[in-house]
Antibody, heavy 119, light 109 residues
Framework: QVQLQESGPGLVKPSGTLSLTCGVSGGSISSGKWWSWVRQPPGQGLEWIGEIDHSGSPNYNPSLKSRVTISVDKAGNHFSLQVTSVTAADTAVYYC????????????WGQGTLVTVSS | EIVLTQSPGTLSLSPGERATLSCRASQSVSSTFIAWYQQKPGQAPSLLIYAASSRATGIPDRFSGSGSGTDFTLTISRLEPEDFAVYYCQQYGSSPPMYIFGQGTKLEI
């Protein structure tokens, strides 16, 4: 059973860089799947940030593309998210997720981590 | 970019009743790319339905999905107390490749 766990600072200063890592257990990040980041501002809906495959090829949400980088570390079996120039609007619970074996949906999710942007 | 509109925003029902949740796409999409999720307070979303009508592993058969083109439906045949949650529909687009979520329907007692 694949398990995902987000880690990283819970507080980031405005104009700074948000950095999170998603550790993968119970499976290999080189399994041929796609690995995503999704965020949810407090009391709001879900927003997909982007995804990456095991070879390091990413796809990004066009609305965030200029500020987002997703990378994969096959040796460490984890993938990471960076969001630059953050503002209060980036305050959210950040989830990592993996696509389903059948594709086109997100089957495995981490528990999520709250990141607050504040001075 | 495709927009998914879910209705109603809030649905108030009682245990044992039937729930019908709607998801409308701004343009026709393949049912292969439609999924539904359930999210309970303080928890991550969980996959219920993929490819519009296929139940994910371990999902009870009271949950069913249907639809095609621009109109998709999640039906819960007989509500159990644990079904009261927020439900999101999702579409995976190819140009550009990305996941798009509806705004959610809150199912409340």
């Amino acid at each position: 059973q694949v398990q995902l766990q987000e880690s990283g600072p819970g507080l980031v200063k405005p104009s700074g860089t948000l950095s999170l890592t998603c550790g993968v257990s119970g499976g290999s990040i080189s399994s041929g799947k796609w690995w995503s980041w999704v965020r949810q501002p407090p009391g709001q809906g879900l927003e997909w940030i982007g995804e990456i495959d095991h070879s390091g090829s990413p796809n990004y949400n066009p609305s965030l593309k200029s500020r987002v980088t997703i990378s994969v570390d096959k040796a460490g079996n984890h993938f990471s998210l960076q969001v630059t120039s953050v503002t209060a609007a980036d305050t959210a619970v950040y989830y990592c997720a993996r696509d389903a074996g059948s594709g086109y949906s997100l089957e495995y999710w981490g528990q999520g981590t709250l990141v607050t942007v504040s001075s | 970019e495709i927009v998914l509109t879910q209705s109603p925003g809030t649905l108030s029902l009682s245990p044992g009743e039937r729930a019908t949740l709607s998801c409308r796409a701004s343009q026709s999409v393949s049912s292969t790319f439609i999924a539904w999720y359930q999210q309970k307070p303080g928890q991550a979303p969980s996959l219920l339905i993929y490819a519009a009508s296929s139940r994910a592993t371990g999902i009870p058969d009271r949950f069913s999905g249907s639809g095609s083109g621009t109109d998709f439906t999640l039906t819960i045949s007989r509500l159990e107390p644990e079904d009261f949650a927020v439900y999101y529909c999702q579409q995976y687009g190819s140009s550009p490749p990305m996941y798009i979520f509806g705004q959610g329907t809150k199912l409340e007692i």
